[in-house]
Nanobody, 120 residues
Framework: QVQLIESGGGLVQAGGALSLSCVVSGRAYATGWFRQAPGKEREFVAAMSWSVANIYYADFVKGRFTISRDTADNTVSLQMNSLKPEDTAVYYC????????????????WGQGTQVTVSS
């Protein structure tokens, strides 16, 4: 069993930055971040293997977002820089016990979601 507790969402102006955190309790093979904007399907943002050996990013966040893990407290973070209004969404942390993937169906556990709003 894996539990995920997210924090760090909020309101920021375009061009600003936010950091999301996800405390992971339990063993996971990989963790990822997904997002869902109003009226849209949930989409992949970033993911990494628990060992941090492999990291994937969606094309639309490359160079702006960074996923990382603090081994001291098993916190997975998503640092988001140069935010755009189109980044507005509910962001979800997810964990997979099966493998690293960009497909949400590979993830077994999900956080409660945290709202990120970017104003223009």
């Amino acid at each position: 069993q894996v539990q995920l507790i997210e924090s760090g969402g909020g309101l920021v102006q375009a061009g600003g930055a936010l950091s999301l955190s996800c405390v992971v309790s339990g063993r996971a093979y990989a963790t990822g971040w997904f997002r869902q904007a109003p009226g849209k399907e949930r989409e992949f943002v970033a993911a990494m293997s628990w060992s941090v050996a492999n990291i994937y990013y969606a094309d639309f966040v490359k160079g702006r977002f960074t996923i990382s893990r603090d081994t001291a407290d098993n916190t997975v973070s998503l640092q988001m820089n140069s935010l755009k209004p189109e980044d507005t969404a509910v962001y979800y942390c997810a964990a997979s016990v099966r493998g690293l993937s960009v497909d949400e169906s590979a993830y077994d556990y999900w956080g409660q979601g945290t709202q990120v709003t970017v104003s223009s």
